[in-house]
């Protein structure tokens, strides 16, 4: 797998960028680490922004949900109800592809409201 | 989350407050707690101050309700008195331990960028940039000049501070002798001296392993006293 690059950025500074884009008007979701289980590559409390445009900063994985994190927090702009998404890699499937995290993994994604 | 929270997160980051925000997982009401100011008022308070100390964001899971505690603390400082010789072995260490580092030494022949090239430097008076520097719960103070004008004045401050380790090198009897001179202080007990971990260190890069592994001791199992 190749993993795309992450940013390192501190989560508070995100939420900085995070109010920067809502007062030019993008539509905006935040992605929250709630939980982990095994080895997983980012801590509870690590966050990650969204906006309309798939434009992404910050991180909730090595670059491993992302992807599925991004499609679930579009619907969730749209709609404004907050939700759990939960990603597992079960040993087996970790060991077929050669992946060391086996890991599970929860994250709060919600919609930040512009007012 | 609603704006009005998100601009408090942001507000208290510029400020380099500590908050807590509390995301009910079922409801997603949540609500921002400032665990440190001394008027601070939560059912949750004690759990909220030690997930502080460990720094670390977690579900709290009840019989019927399930909510996030998400820390949101201050970088780690290091504010060390004294550019001498143990100094340049504790700055690059404790940076790679994730502290921010800055030096005060007003003797420019100590204090320069040429025997600390990737640190934060001043040469005021150790009150006066104690002052500016406001040591906070994140903050270690490390006293290092073995001398009384330069370093009492910096001991003071961090008194008053809230600064989660307080060190100052010397042998029992220099400290003995120091905490004689600030014997009408209160919580003279905070100040470690002599400074750092008893293992056997004996030359300038072990005392600052030393006093890097005191400084964690601190951060991570909580107060000394």
Known sequence: MIEPQVSETSAEDLLKTAARWLDEGRQVALATVIKTWGSSPRQAGSIMIIDQNMTMLGSVSGGCIEGAVIQEALEIMDHGKAGILEFGVDDEQAWDVGLACGGTIQVYVERLEAA | MKRITLDQLNRAKSAKETTVLLTDLKSGEQELVYPQRPDADHPLLDILKSAVRDDKSYVHATENS????????????????????????????????????????????????????????????????????????????????????????ALVASLQSDAFYIGALGSKRTHAKRLDRLKNLNNLERIEGPIGLDIGAKNPAEIAVSILASITKDLRHGDRT
């Open chain 2, 66 to 153: 399930e909510t996030f505690i998400q820390v949101f603390n201050p970088p780690l400082r290091l504010i060390i008195v004294g550019a001498v010789h143990i100094s340049q072995f504790l700055v690059p260490m404790a940076q790679s331990a994730g502290y921010e580092v800055i030096l005060i030494d007003p003797r420019s022949a100590f204090g320069n960028k040429t025997r600390f090239p990737n640190c934060n430097i001043t040469n005021e008076w150790p009150d006066e940039a104690m002052e500016v520097l406001k040591p906070d719960h994140r903050t270690a103070v490390v006293l290092l000049t073995h001398d009384p004008k330069l370093d009492d004045p």
